[in-house]
């Protein structure tokens, strides 16, 4: 069964500082993947997602993700954050069964 | 606005009272989902309907009980709940691998 992890439930930064947030997948084949962004009282907004190719992928908001299949991760990163960007970031996989995975969310708080 | 629209965005329920969350798309989707999202646990999935067919009830107490009646409309029928079935309720709908996620409704039972 595919599962995804996000290692870290809480992250504080302070804002200008870079950001990554870390994401790890178990599955046999190359998921698809995608990272959500999930503000206060709102619904799962989508950032950016990975099917094949180019294993760089830049989403909206100034967001990107690597894919890493050695490590079976994909770490989210943005090179400077703004007050904004406080929210639940969820990553997640299908295996292109309609079936999506998520990890259990990493909460960003950013310090002015 | 992701397409998928949720109704009502708050409710509260006492535990003995029958309600129903209703969700809405017109993305042309096929696919339909309900999601749990409780306090401090992963976002876990409830029902998939694929062309208004139910292909996942994701071991999910009978209490719950899904209805799709035709591909752009899901309801989720609430009765007899516990307090610990407050939570945020998510539907999305996908055509394909993407899925578009409503805004959700904050169930609280009392």
């Known amino acids: 069964a595919q599962s995804v992890t996000q290692p870290d439930i809480h992250i504080t930064v302070s804002e200008g500082a870079s950001l990554e947030l870390r994401c790890n997948y178990s599955?046999?084949?190359?998921?698809?993947l995608f990272w959500y962004v999930q503000s206060p009282g709102q619904g799962l907004q989508l950032l950016l997602k990975?099917?094949?190719?180019?294993?760089l992928v830049q989403g909206i908001k100034g967001f990107e993700a690597e894919f890493k299949r050695s490590q079976s991760s994909f770490n989210l990163r943005k090179p400077s954050v703004h007050w904004s960007d406080a929210a639940e970031y969820l990553c997640?996989?299908?295996?292109?069964?309609?079936?999506?995975?998520f990890g259990g969310g990493t909460r960003l708080m950013v310090k002015p | 606005e992701t397409g998928v629209t949720q109704t009502p965005r708050h409710l509260v329920m006492g535990m003995t009272n029958k309600k129903s969350l209703k969700c809405e798309q017109h993305?042309?989707?096929?696919?339909m989902y309900w999601y749990k999202q409780s306090a401090k646990k992963p976002l876990e999935l409830m029902f998939v309907?694929?062309?208004?067919?139910?292909?996942e009830n994701n071991s999910v107490p009978s209490r719950f009980s899904p209805e799709c009646p035709n591909s752009s409309h899901l309801f989720l029928h609430l009765h007899t709940l516990q307090p610990e079935d407050s939570a945020l309720y998510l539907c999305?709908?996908?055509?394909?691998?993407?899925?578009?996620f409503g805004q959700g409704t904050r169930l609280t039972v009392v």
């Open positions: 999305a709908s996908s055509q394909g691998s993407e899925a578009f």
């Open positions: 599955y046999g084949a190359t998921p698809y």
């Open positions: 990975y099917f094949s190719g180019d294993t």
């Open positions: 997640t996989s299908n295996n292109a069964g309609n079936m999506l995975t």
């Open positions: 993305l042309g989707h096929n696919a």
């Open positions: 309907y694929n062309f208004k067919e139910q292909t």
